[in-house]
Nanobody, 119 residues
């Protein structure tokens, strides 16, 4: 298990940008696939983005492609989600999560950070 702490959420106007950070603990952080999820009030959780341990072929939810970028800095045990051209529909609590090698599930989760985009 890896402990995860998100930061960087806040209130931003539509069209603005935010960068979320997720700091992980432990010496095996670099072996995890890292993901970002979000859940808006009253809605199902969405799988927003993911980056493998190798950093290749990141995954993005269709509605964020071209606007969000996921990256990782294993020297800092941190994964980032750069969010540009934000829209009110991006408003949600954003969570980062970790999936171990060979595992089908994201088993470690952060506490979440609120992102609110005003119109």
């Amino acid at each position: 298990q890896v402990q995860l702490v998100e930061s960087g959420g806040g209130l931003v106007q539509a069209g603005g940008s935010l960068r979320l950070s997720c700091a992980g603990s432990g010496r095996t952080f670099s072996t995890y696939t890292m993901g970002w999820f979000r859940q808006a009030q009253g809605k199902e959780r969405e799988y927003v983005a993911a980056i493998s341990w190798s950093g290749t072929n990141p995954y993005y939810l269709d509605s964020v492609k071209g606007r969000f970028t996921i990256s990782r800095d294993d020297a800092k045990n941190t994964v980032y989600l750069q969010m540009n051209s934000l829209k009110p529909e991006d408003t949600a609590v954003y969570y980062c999560a970790a999936r171990g090698k060979g595992s089908g599930d994201f088993s470690s989760w952060g506490q979440g950070t609120q992102v609110t985009v005003s119109s």
